[in-house]
């Protein structure tokens, strides 16, 4: 395919083309929801793909070559959001059916976008074989784009366009990892902690923390009335940790709640 921008009334631009076959199909049934990010998951969490073409390029590999990049794909949901996941295996299960197992979700920070998966959502495989990587400048983001990407042979205007908003996903800090909680906390009330991640360099050396990689390091730790309730009260930080005073819980709950989820 041949991939081109409309650049403003002035006509379009090539910006792409890639003559290998792609790994395309959707999902049949549901991807489950996610057990845990950051880890495997058991080889029971697995998910079927009904492949339209490519059905060569989904093989099993090794932990070591996951950990490197392989097989990763973007599970994109009727709406636009894109969850990247990676698999350990794949078998093929039927006729141009695969199933996926072994698998580590919500890659490189989407997993806000793990849950909430629907049957027949478009696959595609992330190989760099059939896949390029094409950036925007900063001034593109949140700008809606008109593409238009014909097949070799295909005439321009037969080809079906299509409108795509950069959100600049690549450029947000990841979210912390391994919440925790402490009580009572220093000096009272809830001490409330997690490790950061980093989106860039991110080996452990010497056992200290991955580097920052971010300008500045700050955090919003919003206190709610349960899963999904009323913001009660945002707590401010520049470090990994934050304490929710005794002061400020009487004043929200009347006391120490039962129950904490974080």
Same mark, same amino acid.
């Given at each position: 395919r041949v991939l081109y921008i409309q650049e403003g009334t002035s006509g379009v631009n090539n910006i792409g083309t890639s003559t290998a +076959?792609?790994?395309?199909?959707?999902?049949?049934?549901?991807?489950?929801?996610? *057990?845990?990010v950051g880890r495997f998951e058991n080889d029971d969490a697995s998910f079927v793909i009904q492949v339209d073409t490519g059905e060569d390029q989904f093989e099993s590999t090794t932990v070591e070559n996951i950990l490197a990049g392989a097989n990763l794909l973007a599970a994109i949901k009727?709406?636009? +959001?894109? +969850?990247?996941?990676?698999?350990?295996k794949a078998v093929l299960t039927g006729t141009s059916t695969v199933t996926v197992s072994g698998l580590l979700r919500g890659r490189r920070g989407?997993?806000?976008?793990? *849950?909430?998966?629907?049957d027949g959502e478009t696959v595609v495989l992330l190989s760099t074989a059939s896949t390029q990587l094409l950036s925007n400048a900063r001034t593109d983001i949140n700008a809606a784009m008109d593409y238009v990407a014909p097949t070799i042979g295909q005439l321009f205007e037969s080809a079906t366009g299509f409108t795509?908003?950069?959100t600049g996903e690549d450029l947000k800090p990841y979210s912390p990892a391994q919440v925790d909680i402490a009580v009572p906390g220093t000096p009272d009330g809830v001490d409330i902690s997690w490790l950061r991640r980093t989106r860039i360099g991110g080996e452990m050396v010497d056992d200290m923390d991955v580097p920052l990689s971010e300008q500045s390091e700050n955090y919003e730790v919003d206190i709610l009335v349960g899963p999904g309730g009323t913001v009660f009260r945002t707590l401010m930080?520049?470090?990994?940790?934050?304490?929710?005073?005794?002061?400020?819980?009487? *004043?929200?709950?009347?006391?120490?709640?039962?129950?904490?989820?974080?």
């Open positions: +076959e792609a790994a395309i199909g959707v999902t049949d049934g549901a991807i489950p929801e996610p *057990t845990t009727a709406n636009g +959001e894109t +969850e990247l996941i990676q698999f350990r989407t997993e806000p976008y793990a *849950t909430g998966h629907t795509f908003t950069p930080t520049s470090t990994d940790s934050v304490n929710y005073s005794d002061a400020d819980i009487t *004043t929200d709950f009347g006391a120490l709640p039962a129950i904490l989820d974080v």
